[in-house]
């Protein structure tokens, strides 16, 4: 049986896909079932929160595969992940972590995966560390502006990165799950496209039909004021602002060809990942505003 912690989400939203279409035995975790629907109805549900750890014994009974996304700054969900599943006999994890990890020194988003990773392997079962860098998914994050003003504001300027789409995520993680031999890896994972901000935008706005004005920010600083306008905790913010000048000073964009050795295929293209998502940029565009 193969738990999947944030279902719910853009990747395992992805990855519970993969895994039915291959046939695997699946369980679900999520806080509210009703978040599930559309997902595919063999699958198990459990509700539990990984951040009420009683919660977890009947979601992880039964469980030999482990896929463990967890969000935020801390390690409390890792740990009480980890210990559900030592109790209950899980063989292999495979640990959603960010290329950040690889970096050198590690910036301080990296820093939290970092320690989430540390937390795992010295559990004791074996993992697999699927480390993606920037995903497309993030692009949504845009909406709001592109709804309220049709435009996007562009926090890293010359800055490039080689996006990747939440769905070869989940097969690269789907393939971890389900075959063997890749306990014990380390599997850095990128888009093999580099973009600015704004070619980005050139592209969703070439898909909608629509013009997109961009708007380059000041500050790194400004960019995370912006998105958090009534304060985002210290630490985030740190994180942010340093996150967001690293992405600056790389002209080049970070890539890796993992994708295609493991999938055997290039990573999905930012411009099918917009044809997939026009609708929602789209209906953003003409809102009312």
Known sequence: MILVTGATGHIGRELTRELDAKGAPLRLLARDPARAAGLPERAERAVGDLGDPATLTPAFDGVDKLFLLTQGIGTDHAEAAIAAARTAGVRHIVHLSSAHVTYDPIPAMGRWHHEREKLIRACGIPATFVRPGGFMTNALDWLPTIRTGNYVLDPVGPGRYAPIDAADIAAVAALALTETGHEGQ????????????????????????????????????????????????????????????????????????????????????????????????????????
């Open 186 to 289: 380390e599997y850095v994972i990128t888009g093999d496209e580099t973009f600015t901000i704004a070619e980005q935008v050139r592209i969703i706005a070439k898909t909608i039909g629509r013009d997109i004005e961009v708007r380059e920010a000041a500050t790194p600083a400004e960019a995370v004021r912006f998105r958090f306008p009534h304060g985002a905790p210290p630490a985030l913010a740190a994180a942010l602002t340093e996150g967001l000048t690293l992405m600056r000073a790389d002209t080049v964009g970070f890539r890796t060809d993992t994708v295609e050795r493991l999938l055997g295929r290039r990573p999905r293209t930012f411009a099918d990942w917009c044809a997939r998502n026009a609708d929602a940029f789209r209906e953003a565009a003409i809102a009312p505003v």
